[in-house]
């Protein structure tokens, strides 16, 4: 229902702020941004395999699970990729590096935000959700989240193949 679900979104949040110092002094206890960055990615593509393949029959705390690995892992990997690009770009291009780097993640959540609004309203038929029953439109929402399957899994993938640690 809304209730429940406006509940687990504002957990969601507050999930975020909370953790994402954690997960970012994990990462300097790890000496190893790296693993920070594939730490986030994994969690973070687990998330979203549950909110995918089990849409609609998740209870509710694993649900909020779910839906709080969704931001919070990406905003903790920003945090460590703000440190990469601090280490990684020379002292006077530092601050391009991050500016360019704060204009990418509202940038990447605008146009994500319309693609999974445009695949979303296929998978329900152009139907409003009115006029659906509950089943039918988790099962959209949940193949919906097979895109962030896909992104999880690339930012998986870069970390552990194409990105050098250089934790100082």
């Given at each position: 229902?809304k209730?429940?679900a406006?509940?687990v979104?504002?957990?969601?949040?507050?999930g975020?702020?909370a953790?994402?110092?954690?997960l970012t002094?994990?990462?300097?206890k790890?000496?190893s941004?790296?693993?920070?960055?594939?730490?986030c990615?994994?969690l973070g593509?687990?998330?979203?395999?549950?909110?995918?393949l089990?849409?609609?029959?998740l209870p509710i705390p694993?649900?909020?699970?779910?839906?709080?690995t969704?931001?919070?892992?990406?905003?903790?990997g920003a945090?460590?990729?703000?440190?990469?690009?601090?280490?990684?770009f020379?002292?006077g291009l530092?601050g391009?590096g991050?500016?360019?780097?704060?204009m990418?993640?509202?940038?990447c959540?605008?146009?994500?935000n319309?693609?999974?609004g445009?695949?979303?309203?296929?998978?329900?038929?152009?139907?409003?959700?009115?006029a659906?029953?509950?089943?039918?439109?988790a099962a959209?929402?949940?193949?919906?989240?097979?895109m962030y399957?896909a992104c999880y899994?690339?930012?998986?993938?870069l970390p552990l193949?194409f990105?050098?640690?250089n934790?100082?």
């Amino acid at each position: 229902d809304k209730i429940t679900a406006s509940r687990v979104m504002f957990v969601q949040g507050i999930g975020a702020l909370a953790l994402v110092p954690v997960l970012t002094a994990l990462s300097d206890k790890l000496n190893s941004r790296r693993a920070g960055l594939i730490i986030c990615a994994a969690l973070g593509l687990a998330g979203s395999l549950g909110l995918s393949l089990f849409a609609g029959s998740l209870p509710i705390p694993l649900l909020t699970i779910c839906i709080m690995t969704m931001p919070l892992f990406g905003l903790a990997g920003a945090t460590c990729v703000f440190s990469l690009i601090r280490r990684n770009f020379p002292l006077g291009l530092t601050g391009t590096g991050i500016g360019c780097a704060n204009m990418f993640w509202p940038v990447c959540a605008a146009l994500l935000n319309e693609i999974v609004g445009v695949v979303r309203g296929g998978f329900m038929g152009g139907l409003p959700p009115d006029a659906m029953p509950q089943t039918q439109i988790a099962a959209a929402y949940g193949k919906t989240f097979t895109m962030y399957i896909a992104c999880y899994a690339v930012a998986l993938i870069l970390p552990l193949f194409f990105i050098k640690e250089n934790f100082s």
